[in-house]
C-alpha cells in the first residue's frame, strides 16, 4: 500500500512508514488527542526511481537527485490515493505536511530540522507537489552531510510522508518530560509561542519557557496560562508512562483549550537512572566507572559483576553501600544514599571512591551540603582491618619467598576450580551453576599475606620518611617493580614484536598487513612460524586479558587477537625509531632503586635501617596488587569458554540465533533454555536486549553520580581560571609534554613514542598502550586504580580524575601533563625526550 490512514498502523510497520508515522499511530492508540491524517509511504517514494552510487555524494549530485523528484510526474494510481485520503480529512482541509523516515527519531541519528516541513498546505495539487518537496528534501545538502558525518549509507535513505489536518492553534511548542539542562526526571520543561509551533522547533523566535516542578502550581504568563501548563503537565505524564520512557512533545492548544499532539519521541540522550524504591530522594554510584567501564555490561556479564561484588560486600555496607546492586540498561549502580546522608560513613566512603574513581568521591562529598541529604550520624574513626603480624613479618623478612609462595598459592587455587572437561550440556550448566560464584569471588578468597605486607610496608615507610620525603618521592621509589603480571604482560608482548623484528619474513608480516588480516592469518595456521609460536605461548598465557574486561560478555583475546596484533604492529613501529620499552623499564627500576638509596640517605639516623628495609621489602612485594585481578581472568575464562559451548549447542538446536548470545540471558534464562528447550522467547529477547545495548554503547558521557530524579551532580575542581590549563589528581609524579593521543577502544589504537595518552578511563586491557606514551591522562580514576599504578610503575607521569578530559583535550594538540601537581597545561610544546 502507498497511502494509509495512521489509525491502521501498527509498530510493524515503521520500514514503510518511519517512525514519527509509527509513533502518531501508537498515541491514537493509547487514546491521545492526535490530529487525522494519512501517511505516504516509502513504497510511492520508491516508485519515483531514484538512483544512488555507492560511495560519497557531491553538491552537483544531490541537486541533480531533487530535481529530478521535483520533476517526477506522480503515477495516476498514487495521485488519486493521495487525493482521496486528501479529500477524507475536509473540502480544501489545511494540513500539515512532513517526512516520517525509518530513519529518522533514532537514538544515534535524529535528523532533527534536516528535512522539510509545510504548513497551512490546501488543495490536493499543492497537497501532492509538498509531498515531493518532502521526499526532495532527503538529497538536501544538510541531509546528505548528516549522513555522511554519521557513516550512513546514502543508498538506504528512504522517506515517507505524513499529512495531517492543521490546528487552529492558539499556542504550540514542545515540551520535555524531564528536564532537558539538570536531567531531572521530577520537572518537565515546555516551550511556546502563540499559533504554530514551527518557529519554536526551528529556533527562529526566543519562546516562552515553563518549568513545571513536581505537584506545584504551574506559573502561568506570557501565552500559556495556569490551565493550560495542568494539562501539559497531566498529557507529559501520561505519554511518558504510556511510552516507558521521558518524551519529547510537539503539541498545540486550540481555541477551546484542547491539547493536541502532533509528534513525540523518546528522550533517549537522558542518562538511565534507577527509581527510587520509597519515592524519596536517593544518590547512586556508577559501579561501570568504578570498573573502569565506559560502556554498558551484556546481561551475564552484569550478573558475574554482582557476584564479585557480593564477595566485598561487608566492608562496603559498613561505609553505607547498598548491599544489593541495580541494573538500569546495562549501567549498574549503588544506591550510596546512607553513605552520603551519615556523617559517621560519608569520610570512608568519600575515601574509597576517590582512590579507585576520582572525582567520585569528592561529588558523593559534595551532595552533604544538599539539604534533601539531611546528614545523620557522628564522624568516627573507623577500627581497621585486623591483621596478624606474624606472617607479615615473616614477609618483610623473606620477601621474596613470600612472592613466590603467593603466586604460587595463587595459581593453584584458580587451577582448581577448573576441574574436569564436562561432556554433556546438563554437565556443563551444572558445572557453571555450582562454580561461577567461587570464581567471581576469586580475589576475595586468595591468599592475602604477602600482598598486605607489600602495602603495609609502603605506608609504614612513608611514615618514617615523613618531613624528609614528599609522597612523590616515595612513590618514585615503586617504578619498575618486579613480578606484577600486568607490567609482565606488557613487556612479554614487547620481547614478542622485538622478537618478530628480528625475524625477516614475521617483519615483514607485521609492517605490511593490518592486525585484521593477521589475525584471520593467525586463526588458518599461516603466519611465519616464529610469530606463531609466540603468539600462541604469549595467549596461553594473556589470552584472558580484554580492554573492558570485567565485562564477562566480551570476548577475550584468545578469541579474538585482532587487538594484540594491533599492539605488535605499534611495537614494532615505534622500534624502528629506536624506542625500547624493556630498556626504559629496566632504566625506571634503577632509578627507583637509586630513589631508595637517596630517601634513606636523607633519614635521621634511628630511622634508616627501618625505613630502607621497608622500602626494599615493598618493592618485592608491590607487584603483587595486580595479580588477583589476573587469577580472576584466569577463572572468567573458563567460565566464559563454558558458556560459549553452551551457546554453540542453543545456536545448534535454534533456540539462539548464535552462540555469543548466551551473553545476553541470564542463568535462570539458560537453564531453561539447556534442560528445558526454553519457552521460544529466547530469541526475541536477546534482539531486544542486544539493541538496547548496542544503543547504549554509543553514549559518549557516563556519570560517576546520579540522583533518582535524574540529576547528574558535578565536580568542579579550584582551578586557576586559565582555559587553558586543566586540573585533575595526582596519579604518578614526572613532567612530561607531547601531542594528545585521544583513545576510546584501545583494541584499534596506537600510541606513538612522546604521545600523551588521554581517554576515559583505564583498565589492565590498555595498559600496553603506556609502554610507549609519554604520560596518561584519564578521566576518572584514583591513586589505587590499575592504570594510576602501571604508570607509576613504568615511570611516566599520570594525572587522573580530569573531567571531560577526552572532549576538552584535543586529538594532536601539545600538552603537558604534571604527575606531582596534578595539572594538564595545553597548548605547551613537547619537552625533549621523555
Not at 90 to 103: I, K, L, M, T, W
Request: with cysteine.
Amino acid at each position: 500500500m502507498t497511502v494509509i490512514p495512521l489509525e491502521q498502523l501498527t509498530g510493524l510497520d515503521v520500514a514503510r512508514a518511519g517512525n514519527k508515522a509509527v509513533n502518531l499511530a501508537a498515541m491514537l492508540g493509547k487514546g491521545f488527542s492526535v490530529p487525522g491524517g494519512f501517511v505516504v509511504t516509502t513504497a510511492a517514494y520508491d516508485r519515483i526511481g531514484v538512483r544512488v552510487s555507492p560511495g560519497p555524494l557531491d553538491e552537483v549530485a544531490a541537486r541533480s537527485i531533487r530535481a529530478a523528484i521535483l520533476a517526477a510526474d506522480l503515477p495516476e494510481d498514487l495521485t488519486r490515493a493521495v487525493t482521496r485520503a486528501y479529500r477524507a480529512l475536509g473540502a480544501d482541509a489545511a494540513v500539515a505536511v512532513r517526512s516520517s523516515s525509518p530513519g529518522e527519531d533514532l537514538p544515534e541519528a535524529s535528523f532533527a530540522g534536516q528535512y522539510d516541513t509545510f504548513l497551512s498546505v490546501s488543495g490536493a495539487g499543492n497537497v501532492l507537489t509538498a509531498v515531493k518537496r518532502c521526499w526532495a528534501s532527503l538529497w538536501s545538502d544538510r541531509a546528505v552531510r548528516y549522513r555522511t558525518a554519521h557513516g550512513l549509507d546514502h543508498r538506504d535513505a528512504a522517506i515517507a510522508v505524513v499529512v495531517q489536518r492543521m490546528v487552529e492553534a492558539r499556542a504550540a511548542g514542545v515540551l520535555h518530560t524531564l528536564n532537558p539542562v539538570t536531567g531531572r526526571r521530577s520537572e518537565m520543561v515546555a516551550e511556546a509561542v502563540e499559533g504554530v509551533g514551527e518557529a519554536v522547533v526551528s529556533g527562529a523566535v526566543v519562546p516562552d519557557q515553563y518549568v513545571l516542578a513536581g505537584d506545584r502550581e504551574p506559573d502561568g504568563h506570557g501565552c500559556l496560562d495556569a490551565a493550560d501548563l495542568r494539562r501539559l503537565r497531566e498529557v507529559g505524564a501520561a505519554l511518558q508512562e504510556g511510552f516507558g520512557a521521558p518524551q519529547d512533545v510537539e503539541w498545540a492548544i486550540d481555541g477551546a483549550g484542547r491539547v493536541w499532539l502532533t509528534q513525540t519521541r523518546p528522550i533517549t540522550t537522558a542518562f538511565p537512572v534507577p527509581e527510587s524504591p520509597d519515592g524519596r530522594l536517593r544518590a547512586y554510584w556508577s559501579v561501570n566507572v568504578y570498573q573502569g567501564l565506559f560502556r554498558p555490561l551484556t546481561p551475564m556479564g552484569a550478573t558475574m559483576i554482582r557476584e564479585r561484588q557480593r564477595g566485598m560486600s561487608a566492608y562496603l555496607t559498613s561505609i553505607g553501600f547498598s548491599p544489593e546492586i541495580v541494573d538500569v540498561s546495562g549501567w549498574l549502580y549503588w544506591d550510596i544514599t546512607e553513605g552520603v546522608a551519615d556523617g559517621a560513613k560519608r569520610p570512608a566512603m568519600v575515601a574509597f571512591a576517590d582512590d579507585l574513581a576520582a572525582p567520585s568521591g569528592q561529588i558523593i562529598a559534595g551532595l552533604a551540603d544538599d539539604p534533601r541529604f539531611a546528614a545523620t550520624g557522628t564522624p568516627e574513626r573507623s577500627p581497621g582491618p585486623r591483621r596478624r603480624y606474624g606472617p607479615i613479618a615473616a614477609a618483610w623478612v623473606f620477601p621474596r619467598w613470600a612472592r613466590a609462595r603467593a603466586r604460587r598459592r595463587s595459581l593453584q587455587h584458580v587451577r582448581a576450580l577448573m576441574g574436569p572437561e564436562p561432556g554433556r550440556p546438563a554437565e556443563q550448566l551444572r558445572w557453571i551453576e555450582a562454580n561461577h560464584r567461587t570464581i567471581c569471588r576469586i580475589e576475595a578468597d586468595l591468599p592475602r599475606t604477602a600482598n598486605t605486607a607489600g602495602g603495609l610496608a609502603q605506608r609504614l615507610a612513608a611514615r618514617l620518611l615523613e618531613g624528609v620525603a614528599v609522597p612523590e618521592e616515595v612513590n618514585a621509589c615503586f617504578r619498575g617493580v618486579p613480578a606484577n603480571p600486568t607490567t609482565e604482560m606488557d613487556l612479554s608482548l614487547w620481547r614478542l614484536a622485538m622478537a618478530a623484528r628480528a625475524h625477516p619474513e614475521s617483519s615483514a608480516a607485521l609492517s605490511s598487513h593490518d592486525a585484521g588480516h593477521l589475525a584471520e592469518a593467525f586463526r588458518y595456521g599461516r603466519l611465519p612460524r616464529p610469530l606463531a609460536a609466540g603468539m600462541d605461548a604469549f595467549l596461553a598465557r594473556y589470552g584472558c586479558r580484554v580492554a573492558a574486561e570485567m565485562d564477562l560478555g566480551l570476548p577475550r583475546w584468545a578469541d579474538d587477537p585482532t587487538p594484540v596484533f594491533n599492539l605488535l604492529i605499534g611495537y614494532a613501529a615505534a622500534a624502528r625509531t629506536g624506542f625500547d620499552a624493556a630498556a626504559e623499564f629496566a632504566a625506571a627500576g634503577r632509578e627507583a632503586r637509586a630513589a631508595v638509596a637517596e630517601l634513606v640517605r636523607r633519614a635521621p639516623f634511628h630511622r634508616r635501617l627501618a625505613a630502607g628495609f621497608l622500602l626494599s621489602s615493598a618493592r618485592e612485594l608491590r607487584g603483587l596488587r595486580e595479580l588477583p585481578k589476573y587469577c580472576l581472568m584466569l577463572g572468567y575464562q573458563e567460565l566464559r569458554r563454558r558458556l560459549m559451548r553452551l551457546g554453540e549447542h542453543l545456536a545448534g538446536r535454534g533456540v539462539l540465533d548464535r552462540a555469543a548470545d548466551v551473553m545476553f540471558l541470564g542463568l535462570d534464562e539458560l537453564r531453561a533454555a539447556v534442560l528445558d528447550g526454553g519457552d521460544g522467547g529466547e530469541r526475541a529477547r536477546v534482539r531486544e536486549r542486544r539493541a538496547v545495548y548496542e544503543r547504549e554503547t554509543g553514549r559518549r558521557q557516563v556519570p560517576a553520580v546520579v540522583l533518582s530524579d535524574g540529576a547528574v551532580p558535578e565536580y568542579r575542581p579550584a582551578g586557576t581560571g586559565d582555559a587553558a590549563f586543566l586540573r585533575g589528581i595526582a596519579g604518578a609524579s614526572g613532567l612530561a609534554s607531547g601531542p594528545a593521543r585521544i583513545v576510546r577502544d584501545p583494541g584499534t589504537a596506537r600510541i606513538e613514542p612522546g604521545e600523551v595518552l588521554v581517554c576515559p578511563s583505564t583498565d589492565p586491557g590498555w595498559t600496553p598502550l603506556f609502554l610507549n606514551a609519554a604520560a596518561v591522562v584519564t578521566e576518572t580514576g584514583g591513586m589505587i586504580s590499575h592504570g594510576t599504578t602501571v604508570a607509576r610503575e613504568y615511570g611516566i607521569p599520570a594525572v587522573v580524575g580530569v573531567a571531560g578530559a577526552t572532549t576538552r583535550i584535543h586529538d594532536g594538540q601539545l600538552i603537558t601533563v604534571d604527575g606531582s601537581r596534578g595539572t594538564i597545561s595545553l597548548g605547551h610544546r613537547p619537552s625533549p625526550g621523555r
